[in-house]
Protein backbone atom coordinates (compact mmCIF):
# COMPACT_ATOMS: atom_id res chain seq x y z
CA UNK A 1 0.00 0.00 0.00
CA UNK A 2 1.22 3.21 -1.00
CA UNK A 3 1.90 6.03 1.66
CA UNK A 4 3.99 9.19 2.17
CA UNK A 5 7.33 7.05 2.97
CA UNK A 6 6.81 5.18 -0.14
CA UNK A 7 5.27 7.83 -2.54
CA UNK A 8 8.41 8.37 -4.77
CA UNK A 9 8.97 6.07 -7.46
CA UNK A 10 12.23 4.36 -9.21
CA UNK A 11 12.02 3.59 -12.14
CA UNK A 12 14.72 0.40 -11.92
CA UNK A 13 15.85 0.35 -15.59
CA UNK A 14 16.23 4.66 -15.89
CA UNK A 15 17.73 5.45 -12.61
CA UNK A 16 19.71 2.03 -11.39
CA UNK A 17 20.95 0.82 -14.80
CA UNK A 18 20.81 3.42 -17.70
CA UNK A 19 22.15 7.08 -15.41
CA UNK A 20 25.01 4.72 -14.12
CA UNK A 21 25.90 3.42 -17.06
CA UNK A 22 25.69 7.01 -18.42
CA UNK A 23 27.62 8.84 -16.30
CA UNK A 24 30.43 5.97 -15.92
CA UNK A 25 30.91 6.19 -19.82
CA UNK A 26 31.24 10.58 -19.43
CA UNK A 27 33.41 9.49 -16.01
CA UNK A 28 35.67 7.13 -18.53
CA UNK A 29 35.71 9.48 -21.66
CA UNK A 30 36.77 12.40 -19.43
CA UNK A 31 39.84 10.05 -17.50
CA UNK A 32 40.80 9.22 -21.30
CA UNK A 33 41.20 12.84 -22.34
CA UNK A 34 43.41 13.80 -19.60
CA UNK A 35 45.31 10.66 -20.32
CA UNK A 36 45.30 11.38 -24.14
CA UNK A 37 44.38 14.22 -25.16
CA UNK A 38 43.52 14.92 -28.72
CA UNK A 39 40.24 15.66 -30.55
CA UNK A 40 38.98 12.37 -30.79
CA UNK A 41 38.59 11.90 -27.23
CA UNK A 42 36.96 15.37 -26.98
CA UNK A 43 34.80 14.46 -29.27
CA UNK A 44 33.66 11.54 -27.11
CA UNK A 45 33.52 13.11 -23.95
CA UNK A 46 30.91 15.76 -25.87
CA UNK A 47 28.70 13.14 -27.21
CA UNK A 48 28.64 11.26 -23.99
CA UNK A 49 27.52 14.63 -22.17
CA UNK A 50 25.08 14.76 -24.92
CA UNK A 51 23.82 11.26 -24.01
CA UNK A 52 23.74 12.21 -20.73
CA UNK A 53 21.86 15.37 -21.37
CA UNK A 54 19.14 13.36 -23.43
CA UNK A 55 18.53 10.67 -20.88
CA UNK A 56 18.05 13.41 -18.01
CA UNK A 57 15.82 15.41 -20.64
CA UNK A 58 13.53 12.76 -22.22
CA UNK A 59 13.07 11.90 -17.46
CA UNK A 60 11.94 15.48 -17.27
CA UNK A 61 10.01 15.71 -20.59
CA UNK A 62 7.74 12.87 -18.90
CA UNK A 63 7.74 14.05 -15.96
CA UNK A 64 6.63 17.45 -16.95
CA UNK A 65 3.70 15.76 -18.92
CA UNK A 66 3.01 13.12 -15.62
CA UNK A 67 1.99 16.66 -14.26
CA UNK A 68 -0.12 18.18 -16.62
CA UNK A 69 -2.33 15.25 -17.06
CA UNK A 70 -2.53 15.16 -13.29
CA UNK A 71 -3.59 19.02 -13.28
CA UNK A 72 -6.18 17.93 -15.45
CA UNK A 73 -7.45 15.14 -13.64
CA UNK A 74 -7.62 16.60 -10.50
CA UNK A 75 -9.31 19.71 -12.00
CA UNK A 76 -11.94 17.36 -12.88
CA UNK A 77 -12.12 15.95 -9.65
CA UNK A 78 -12.25 19.50 -8.17
CA UNK A 79 -15.51 20.02 -9.79
CA UNK A 80 -17.05 16.10 -8.59
CA UNK A 81 -15.82 16.75 -5.34
CA UNK A 82 -15.40 20.33 -4.12
CA UNK A 83 -18.29 22.88 -3.68
CA UNK A 84 -18.11 24.81 -6.80
CA UNK A 85 -16.75 28.45 -5.40
CA UNK A 86 -13.62 26.08 -3.84
CA UNK A 87 -12.99 23.97 -6.78
CA UNK A 88 -12.77 27.55 -8.73
CA UNK A 89 -10.15 28.94 -6.44
CA UNK A 90 -8.32 24.95 -5.73
CA UNK A 91 -7.83 25.30 -9.59
CA UNK A 92 -5.67 28.36 -9.17
CA UNK A 93 -2.91 26.67 -6.62
CA UNK A 94 0.44 26.20 -7.78
CA UNK A 95 1.01 23.02 -9.34
CA UNK A 96 3.39 21.83 -6.83
CA UNK A 97 0.30 22.01 -4.03
CA UNK A 98 -2.56 20.74 -6.96
CA UNK A 99 0.28 17.77 -7.13
CA UNK A 100 0.50 16.93 -3.38
CA UNK A 101 -3.03 17.26 -2.78
CA UNK A 102 -3.70 14.35 -4.96
CA UNK A 103 -3.19 12.02 -2.68
CA UNK A 104 -6.06 13.34 -0.36
CA UNK A 105 -9.10 10.70 -0.47
CA UNK A 106 -12.33 12.62 -1.58
CA UNK A 107 -13.51 12.72 2.21
CA UNK A 108 -10.65 14.75 3.39
CA UNK A 109 -10.00 16.50 0.20
CA UNK A 110 -12.30 19.80 0.69
CA UNK A 111 -10.59 20.25 4.43
CA UNK A 112 -7.08 19.95 2.88
CA UNK A 113 -7.72 22.05 -0.07
CA UNK A 114 -9.17 24.84 2.17
CA UNK A 115 -6.46 24.58 4.61
CA UNK A 116 -3.80 25.15 1.68
CA UNK A 117 -5.68 28.13 0.52
CA UNK A 118 -6.03 29.58 3.91
CA UNK A 119 -2.17 29.45 4.09
CA UNK A 120 -2.13 26.45 6.43
CA UNK A 121 0.01 24.36 4.45
CA UNK A 122 2.07 25.94 1.72
CA UNK A 123 4.71 22.89 1.08
CA UNK A 124 4.04 19.45 -1.26
CA UNK A 125 5.61 18.23 1.55
CA UNK A 126 3.54 19.30 4.70
CA UNK A 127 0.22 18.52 2.47
CA UNK A 128 1.23 14.93 2.14
CA UNK A 129 2.05 14.58 5.75
CA UNK A 130 -1.09 15.76 6.85
CA UNK A 131 -2.96 13.42 4.47
CA UNK A 132 -4.81 10.54 6.57
CA UNK A 133 -6.35 8.69 3.71
CA UNK A 134 -4.05 8.06 1.40
CA UNK A 135 -4.98 7.54 -2.47
CA UNK A 136 -2.35 5.52 -4.22
CA UNK A 137 -1.14 7.03 -7.60
CA UNK A 138 0.17 3.43 -8.85
CA UNK A 139 0.57 5.23 -12.60
CA UNK A 140 3.64 7.53 -11.97
CA UNK A 141 6.28 7.54 -15.01
Do not use: C
Not at 27 to 53: H, K, M, N, T
Not at 80 to 104: G, H, S, T, W
Amino acid sequence: MQDYKNHRRFHPLFHFVLVPLALFHLIYQIVRLIQEPGFDRAESVLLAIILVGILFIARMNALKVQDRVIRLEEQVRYHKVLQPDLAFQAENLPLNQILALRFASDAELPTLVSRTLGGDVHKPNEIKQIVINWRPDEMRV
